[in-house]
């Protein structure tokens, strides 16, 4: 889980200015709400990606979709976004949950791939 500890840690690794600059970030950037949204929206996405008209390959897609996962990969990417300051709803949001729908999608290629 990601927390205060953690970032202490971290913050001790980095020079006073950096340090300063990570403490003020606001808080509720790191909120769960910014998770949960932000996790559903690219399973959303993730899922409309796979969409195709070849039925047996739109299928396919969704049971390896479905079968779950951590989605670690896109939880640092949103963890990284709130701790830099991001909103939900801004366009670097939107940017961020294309990319991390298709980090998302790479890793799991990869893993059926293997």
Known sequence: MFDLTSIDRMLT???PSQSVAIREIEAPALTRDLIET?????ENLMHTIVDSDVH???DASRHILDAGGKRVRPRLALL???ALGGKLGSPAYHDLV???AALELVHTASVVHD
């Open 13 to 15: 690794m980095m020079t």
């Open 38 to 42: 932000g996790m559903r929206d690219i």
């Open 56 to 58: 047996v390959l739109r």
């Open 80 to 82: 990284a976004f709130g």
């Open 98 to 100: 294309r990319a991390a």
